[in-house]
């Protein structure tokens, strides 16, 4: 099949080509830039010629909630348009657990505004939903620190390594559509405090990491386990501690 990854230079994006192109198919890497821009529409006509599926692993430049939501809102709108005009008979999206349990984070608003869109347009599709990266630690614990204190929530997380997400997509992609959503998450259930001062020991770095059942989790509070996988997931096998061994070894 052809399969055309949106965001394909990305974390995700350039394993899920890369696991693509190894089982046969013809796996494209779309991004501005390589000429495929899904704000403007530039290049997306072209690169969807006799694509069976499109795998949207795309994210936005800024995180300030307007734009977050503006960026989600015009890509898929503008993306789902070009696919019904190319006949692509799969979409697949990557989207968070959890976003509709936590309104009041303006990013997880916006995946599921995209995940709306995705679900009333009619064509064939796929909702992957993950747990938050464990090569996501460290930015979670900057935006948690003021003046060398990390003050983090108490409240659960279920972290996956990035290459088994991207294991998951591809496996997704090249399957029928489920018209329907699939969660993953990681074998373990951790609280975000304790996986932050393990992520910043294992890195030698020294900030002081304080535990608050009242901190934000990008303009969300945790009550408990918003953020982990229900019943039905799809759990990885790949725990925190094997991941940091291997960033180590590296």
Not at 53 to 67: E, G, H, K, L, R
Not at 106 to 116: D, H, I, P, S
Not at 119 to 137: H, M, N, W
Not at 212 to 238: C, H, I, M, N, R
Request: proline share 4%; aromatic share 4%.
């Amino acid at each position: 099949m052809k399969i055309v990854v949106i965001g394909g230079t990305g974390l995700i994006g350039s394993k899920v080509v890369e696991h693509l192109t190894e089982h046969g198919h013809e796996a494209i890497a779309a991004s501005p830039n390589s000429g495929v821009n899904t704000i403007t529409g530039e290049g997306l006509a072209d690169v969807l010629v006799g694509a069976n599926v499109v795998v949207d692993v795309s994210n936005s430049p800024s995180f300030a909630d307007a734009d977050v939501l503006e960026f989600f809102t015009i890509s898929t709108t503008n993306l789902l348009a070009a696919e019904r005009k190319a006949g692509v008979t799969h979409h697949v999206a990557l989207s968070v657990v959890g976003a509709d349990r936590l309104p009041s984070s303006g990013y997880l608003r916006a995946k599921v505004a995209q995940e709306q869109l995705i679900e009333d347009s009619g064509l064939p599709y796929s909702i992957v939903r993950a747990t938050q990266f464990y090569e996501f630690v460290g930015r979670i614990a900057d935006a948690a620190t003021v003046d060398g204190t990390a003050r983090v929530s108490t409240g659960l997380m279920q972290p996956i390594a990035a290459a088994d997400v991207s294991a998951v997509v591809a496996r997704v992609a090249a399957s029928d559509p489920i018209n329907g959503t699939l969660e993953i998450g990681g074998p373990e259930r951790i609280a975000m405090d304790q996986l932050i001062r393990t992520g910043l020991a294992a890195k030698g770095d020294d900030r002081t990491v304080v535990s608050d059942p009242e901190a934000q989790y990008f303009g969300a509070q945790l009550s408990g386990d918003e953020l982990v996988t229900g019943p039905g997931a799809q759990l990885s096998t790949t725990t925190y501690g094997d991941w940091l061994a291997v960033q180590s070894a590296a």
